[in-house]
């Protein structure tokens, strides 16, 4: 049985972690996994998350921002994503189209990022999305002590303050597919909740 499973947040929620610690459990249970990742998991896609997160890259306006996301999901989906489900894996996705929701359609104030993604990616919809939620000054705090702010990261604190309000309207306006989550509590107990979660979907 495939099943899709994506990953939000914001900025040093720790979702690479969780991620690495379902992969590991899934594999230990028999399951194949492709752990993917937007943007960027793609010859193609390298090239756009270059022009969209390298801080020394030209400023790229909202909208542009926003149809570039759209084509590295597109892209995704259609050589990554789509194929892994077909051979019968779980694929695991670090960001999809909620990111582009609440960074472009909330940050930066894009509404129509909405129906842009839904033509991209043909309407598929991951069968769980776990969000890990953190209040972004925290989150923005962990991000500093891992690396360089990227362009996104870089921005304002109202704006990460946007993008945290946008997932959680997104979790709440459809309950039974998402899974939100205390990203400040312990990760080994974040990860036991989440393989309860994925275990029954399998």
């Not at 960001?95 to 991209?120: F, K, M």
């Not at 080994?188 to 979907?201: F, K, N």
């Amino acid at each position: 049985m495939s099943v899709f499973i994506a990953f939000e947040g914001g900025e040093g929620v720790g979702k690479t972690t969780q991620i690495g610690l379902l992969a590991d459990w899934l594999r230990g249970a028999g399951r194949t996994v492709r752990v993917t990742f937007e943007p960027g998991d793609s010859p193609l896609g390298a090239h756009i998350r270059r022009l969209l997160l390298d801080p020394d890259s030209a400023e790229v306006s909202p909208r542009a921002e926003a149809l570039l996301y759209a084509a590295d999901r597109a892209h995704h989906v259609e050589t990554v994503i789509l194929p892994a489900l077909a051979a019968g894996e779980v694929v695991v996705t670090d960001r999809y189209v909620d990111s582009t929701l609440a960074y472009q359609g909330a940050g930066r104030d894009l509404p129509g990022a909405e129906r842009i993604n839904a033509w991209a990616t043909n309407g598929l919809v991951p069968h769980l999305t776990v969000l890990l939620d953190l209040d972004p000054a925290v989150g923005l705090a962990r991000a500093r002590r891992r690396a360089a702010l990227d362009r996104l990261e870089g921005a304002s604190l109202d704006f990460h303050r946007a993008v945290r309000a946008a997932f959680l309207r997104l979790a709440e306006a459809d309950p039974a597919r998402y899974l939100v989550l205390d990203a400040g509590a312990p990760p080994e107990a974040l990860a036991q909740r989440i393989q309860e979660v994925v275990g029954g979907l399998l």
